[in-house]
C-alpha cells in the first residue's frame, strides 16, 4: 500500500534552516507529481509547494518564495524539502501528498499523505 | 479565495450533512473536499466536485452550481465526524478553504 513517511522536522531558531524529508513506498514513485502542505498549530491547511514528477518543474506559494525549494530523487524514491530564512510563521506541521494521477498528468489534488512532522521556529 | 459555511455543524447519526464552499471567482470544476480527524493527516473525498476518490462510501457526494460547490454526506454515521476542508486546483497557488468542523452528536 501507498506509504509516505516525513522526517526531518524539529525546533530551530529564526533565521535558521531545516531540510524536511519524505519517504515513499507502495507505489512507482517517478511517475507522480509530489506535493508539500503545511498545517499551523490549530489552524487549516496551506499548500506549499509542488514538484513535477521529473524533477524539473516547481511551484511555491508566494509565502515561501526564494526561502524554501522542493526537490526530489527518483532513484531514492524521496522528495525534500529545503527551508532556509525559517520565520516564526513557518511553525508547523509539514505533511508531503501525492498529487492525484488519472490520465498520466497531475491533476493537483492530493491523493495520499503522510502523517506529517512538526517544525517549530522558535527562540 | 474559498470560503466555507457554516463553520461548525451538529447533527445526529442518519441525518444529512450539507457543507459549502463558496469560489470569489470561477474555477470551473476544480475543486476536491478533504476530511480531517484530530490528529491524523487529511483524507481526499471527492475531486472535480464530484466525484468520489478511491474507497469514498457512496453517502458522500459532490455538486456544484456556478462558484457554489456543496459536499454532502447523507445518512450520517458516527465516523463523519472532523474537519471538512475544500480545495481548488484552478489557479496558483492552489488553496484551501478554512474548513468546516463537524461534530456527531
Known amino acids: 500500500q501507498v506509504q509516505l513517511v516525513e522526517s526531518g522536522g524539529g525546533v530551530v531558531q529564526p533565521g535558521g534552516s531545516l531540510r524536511l524529508s519524505c519517504a515513499a513506498s507502495g507505489f512507482t514513485f517517478s511517475r507522480y507529481g509530489m506535493h508539500w502542505v503545511r498545517q499551523a498549530p490549530g489552524k487549516g491547511l496551506e499548500w506549499v509547494a509542488f514538484?513535477?514528477?521529473?524533477?524539473?518543474?516547481?511551484n511555491y506559494v508566494e509565502s515561501v518564495k526564494g526561502r524554501f525549494t522542493i526537490s526530489r530523487d527518483n532513484s531514492k524514491k524521496s522528495l525534500y524539502l529545503q527551508m532556509n530564512s525559517l520565520r516564526n510563521e513557518d511553525t508547523a506541521v509539514y505533511f508531503c501528498?501525492?498529487?492525484?494521477?488519472?490520465?498520466?498528468?497531475?491533476?493537483?489534488?492530493?491523493?495520499?499523505w503522510g502523517q506529517g512532522t512538526l517544525v517549530t521556529v522558535s527562540s | 479565495v474559498l470560503t466555507q459555511s457554516p463553520a461548525t455543524l451538529s447533527l445526529s447519526p442518519g441525518e444529512s450533512a450539507t457543507l459549502s464552499c463558496r469560489a470569489s471567482?470561477?474555477?470551473?470544476?476544480?475543486l476536491a473536499w478533504y476530511q480531517q480527524k484530530p490528529g491524523q493527516a487529511p483524507r481526499l473525498l471527492i475531486y472535480e466536485a464530484s466525484n468520489r476518490a478511491t474507497g469514498i462510501p457512496a453517502r458522500f457526494s459532490g455538486s456544484v452550481s456556478g462558484t457554489d460547490f456543496t459536499l454532502t454526506i447523507s445518512s450520517l454515521d458516527p465516523e463523519d465526524f472532523g474537519v471538512f476542508y475544500c480545495q481548488q486546483r484552478s489557479t496558483w497557488p492552489l488553496s484551501f478553504g478554512q474548513g468546516t468542523r463537524l461534530e456527531i452528536k
Open positions: 471567482q470561477s474555477i470551473s470544476r476544480y
Open positions: 501528498a501525492r498529487d492525484l494521477l488519472l490520465w498520466e498528468l497531475p491533476e493537483y489534488y492530493f491523493d495520499s
Open positions: 514538484v513535477q514528477p521529473d524533477g524539473r518543474d516547481t
